[in-house]
């Protein structure tokens, strides 16, 4: 078996890049241009469907974002494939969540991302780079024959092209460590439980044991959008459309704000530089021992129990009240896309198809990007489960059955922008620098202004 090439970067900064075109031509030569261009892309794509039909090496490249046991897992199957397609090298790429996005956005901005792409909620932003899969299910390169069309839809924007498959269906929860909450008299959570409870026990555990009661959240998560929706029964942040906001109030958010700078100052929440320690799953306060919650995704928790090497538990994310809205539903983790300039797009949704279909690829992938769409698969991966991997299914099938409300999955394009302004402003009311108040309304101000 030959060695796989693999890259493990972490950027610092993006590339410069200078756009030139070209001026002063005739609409004739302008015409006459674009024909040459037309040529040489049919040339391409007939090039490449010449070598992929002939059995010739093709190369694609493929990249991802995630913890070491996704890396592991995802290596695996690509040197699997490849054993059973010979004529098929598949680069592997992988990254830190931000380092990822930094490379993909300088790869979009050359016109040559990855032919096989990782992309989450997000994807709206860089829709315009994606092939669409529509045709490669029609013709049966991709077989979707043992999933439903809600699934289908989780990977879907909202004309139902169908922009990706999803590789793991997801949600949010709590993890904590039961152990610490005995310790410091702290009652485990309930399902219903509220955002003034995780914080009373925050502090507790604090006074107690003299650690974080809670590592880092995904404040914009827990703080604005799910946040928005449990404030009101089928309310969002961002409207359906992708367009702008659908929520103006300040009052919610500020109230989340308000929670985080209490918690940080009495010495319950890391402030922004312990924060900025945390790199990854492996060195979450949780997993080192210095706090005992924290925010997880479903599909990151076998990661999260392994490397605490204890007990580890997971909770919903806590309501504004016990009664009230959950603000949150089962969506995708990630999904795999093609690149829609990839010479090489059958190849690569075949390699998508191998990826989510294959019961021997995913008992090595284990579910790790979250429950699978396949009926054959997600049983045959469920048998398999250990404990902390079983925790993963009852914990989204608890979610699952929670009552279903108009959440909006699909992050417009602004999203990442709207998010990092977030994260600047958690900060400034932490060191403060800002109310509470004064972060939520120009928070509002600064979202409505990025569309």
């Known amino acids: 078996m030959k060695r796989k090439k693999i890259v493990c970067l972490l950027l610092s900064g993006l590339l410069t890049m200078g756009l030139v075109s070209g001026c002063g031509s005739s609409s004739s030569d302008e015409g006459g241009d674009a024909k040459n261009e037309t040529k040489t892309e049919d040339t391409k794509k007939d090039d490449a469907a010449k070598e992929e039909a002939s059995g010739d090496k093709i190369t694609l490249r493929m990249a991802w974002w995630g913890s070491q046991t996704r890396h592991d897992a995802t290596n695996k199957v690509i040197e699997m494939y490849e054993e059973q ?67 289908l839809k989780t990977t879907q924007n909202n004309n139902g092209d169908q922009v990706g498959i999803s590789v793991g269906t997801n949600t949010y929860g709590i993890a904590y460590d039961p152990a610490m909450f005995e310790e410091a008299g702290v009652p485990e959570p309930t399902d219903d439980w509220t955002w003034d409870e995780w914080k009373d026990a925050c502090l507790k555990i604090t006074e107690e044991l003299g650690v ?26 961002f409207n359906m459309e992708g367009t702008g906001l659908a929520w103006d109030d300040p009052e919610p958010i500020a109230d989340y704000f308000a929670m985080i700078q209490e918690l940080t100052e009495a010495g319950a929440y890391p402030d922004a530089g312990a924060i900025k320690e945390i790199k990854d799953i492996e060195n979450d306060y949780l997993v080192t021992g210095d706090a005992a919650m924290t925010w997880v995704a479903s599909n990151q928790i076998n990661s999260i129990v392994n490397a605490a090497g204890r007990e580890i538990k997971v909770a919903p994310v806590p309501r504004m009240e016990k009664d009230g809205a959950y603000g949150m539903i089962v969506q995708s983790s990630q999904m795999l896309c093609v690149s829609k300039t990839s010479e090489y797009k059958q190849e690569a949704a075949k390699f998508i198809n191998y990826f989510v279909n294959d019961i021997e690829a995913n008992k090595v992938l284990n579910g790790e990007r979250g429950v699978p769409i396949m009926t054959e698969v997600r049983e045959t ?71």
């Open 381 to 451: 991966v469920k048998a398999q489960a250990d404990d902390s991997s079983k925790m993963i299914y009852d914990f989204v099938d608890k979610i699952g059955n929670f009552p279903v409300e108009n959440s909006n999955v699909i992050s417009p394009e602004p999203k990442t922008e709207i998010e990092d302004y977030d994260k600047l402003l958690i900060e400034k009311v932490q060191y403060g620098e800002m109310t509470p108040e004064e972060a939520a309304d120009d928070l509002l101000e600064f979202a409505k202004g990025k569309f």
């Open 85 to 151: 397609n010979p004529n098929v090298d598949i680069e592997a790429e992988f990254y830190d969540f931000d380092s990822y996005f930094t490379k993909l956005d300088t790869l979009v901005a050359a016109e040559d991302p990855w032919d096989i792409i990782q992309m989450g909620g997000n994807f709206p932003k860089y829709e315009n780079s994606i092939e669409y899969l529509d045709s490669y299910i029609e013709d049966g390169t991709i077989d979707v024959s043992d999933t439903t069309d809600a699934f």
């Open 212 to 237: 974080y009661g809670s590592s880092k959240m995904d404040n914009f998560i827990a703080g604005v959008t799910q946040r928005v929706s449990q404030a009101e029964k089928d309310a969002n942040f």
